[in-house]
C-alpha cells in the first residue's frame, strides 16, 4: 500500500500521470494481486490516451492483458493483447511490440492452441533478438522449449532450455535461471540421465533459494525429490519431499 500512501500525497495534477499506475499494475502483478493490477493497468492506459501518450497506452494495455489472463479471462486479455500490439507496431516500439505478442502467445500456449503459440512465440524472439533484448530473448527461448517438450521433442528442448539458461546466467537473471534449470531438469529427467537431472535440480534449488520464491522452491524440491527415488536414494528423496 506504498503506492496508496503515495497517492495522497501527490497534487492533483501529478495524480493524471498513467506511470503512477503502470507502477502499481506491474507491482500488483508481482504481488499477485490480480485485479488490482488489471483495475491499475487500464485507469493508465485511459490516462495515457487522454494525454496523448501512446507508448503508455500500449505498455498498459499489455499488462491489462496480463492481469486477465491470470485471472482466467483469455477472451476479454486477447483484445487487450490484440490493441497494444497494434499500437506498439505503428509508432515504432520493438519492445512493447514484441511483450504484446508474448501475451498472446501465452494465452494461446496455455490454450493448448500451439499451432497459434508457436508462430507467436517465433514472432516474439526474431523481434527480441534484432532490438538486442536478451532478458525476453531467453524467455521466448524457454518457453519455445516447453512447447517442444509437449509435442515429445525432447532433444530440441534441451537445446532450447539451454539457450535460455545461457543467457540469464549472463545477464544474471537468477529468479528465471531458476525456473528455466527446473525445466530442463525434468527434461533430463525424462530422458534418463539421472546423475544430471540431480544436479540440474540441485542448482536449481540453489537458485530458487536465492530469489526467495517459495512456489519455484516447492517444484523443484518435488521434481528432485523423485529423481532421489529413482536413483536409489531414498533417505534423501523422502527428506526432500518433506521440505517441499
Known amino acids: 500500500d506504498t503506492l496508496a500512501a503515495m497517492r495522497k500525497r501527490l497534487r492533483s495534477e501529478d495524480q493524471a500521470d498513467p506511470r503512477i499506475d503502470l507502477?502499481?499494475?506491474?507491482?500488483?502483478?508481482?504481488?499477485?494481486?490480480?485485479?488490482?493490477?488489471?483495475?491499475?493497468?487500464?485507469?493508465?492506459?485511459?490516462k495515457a490516451t487522454r494525454l496523448g501518450s501512446t507508448l503508455l497506452s500500449g505498455r498498459?494495455?499489455?499488462?491489462?492483458?496480463t492481469a486477465l489472463r491470470d485471472l482466467g479471462q483469455p477472451d476479454k486479455a486477447i483484445p487487450k493483447c490484440e490493441e497494444a500490439r497494434k499500437i506498439s507496431d505503428k509508432i515504432g516500439d520493438k519492445l512493447g511490440e514484441a511483450r504484446a505478442i508474448t501475451g498472446l502467445a501465452t494465452i494461446r500456449q496455455n490454450q493448448r492452441r500451439l499451432e497459434l503459440a508457436i508462430p507467436l512465440r517465433e514472432e516474439a524472439l526474431k523481434i527480441s533478438q534484432a532490438i538486442g533484448a536478451k532478458k525476453d530473448v531467453a524467455g521466448a527461448l524457454n518457453n519455445l522449449g516447453m512447447i517442444a517438450e509437449d509435442q515429445g521433442n525432447l532433444e530440441?528442448?534441451?537445446?532450447?532450455?539451454?539457450?535460455?539458461?545461457?543467457?540469464?546466467?549472463?545477464?544474471?537473471?537468477?529468479?528465471?535461471?531458476?525456473k528455466t534449470l527446473g525445466n530442463l531438469g525434468e527434461l533430463l529427467h525424462q530422458l534418463g540421465d539421472l546423475g544430471?537431472?540431480?544436479?540440474?535440480?540441485?542448482?536449481?534449488?540453489?537458485?530458487?533459494?536465492?530469489?526467495?520464491?517459495?512456489?519455484?522452491?516447492?517444484?523443484?524440491?518435488?521434481?528432485?525429490?523423485?529423481?532421489?527415488?529413482?536413483?536409489?536414494?531414498?533417505?534423501?528423496?523422502?527428506?526432500t519431499y518433506g521440505e517441499a
Open 23 to 46: 507502477e502499481e499494475a506491474e507491482t500488483s502483478i508481482s504481488l499477485g494481486d490480480l485485479r488490482r493490477a488489471q483495475n491499475a493497468a487500464e485507469t493508465a492506459a485511459d
Open 60 to 65: 498498459s494495455l499489455s499488462w491489462a492483458c
Open 156 to 178: 530440441l528442448a534441451k537445446q532450447r532450455y539451454e539457450q535460455a539458461l545461457s543467457i540469464q546466467k549472463e545477464i544474471g537473471d537468477q529468479a528465471e535461471s531458476a
Open 196 to 239: 544430471q537431472a540431480q544436479r540440474t535440480l540441485a542448482e536449481a534449488l540453489q537458485a530458487a533459494r536465492g530469489t526467495g520464491s517459495q512456489q519455484t522452491e516447492a517444484n523443484t524440491l518435488t521434481n528432485l525429490a523423485g529423481v532421489l527415488f529413482e536413483r536409489g536414494k531414498l533417505n534423501e528423496a523422502r527428506r
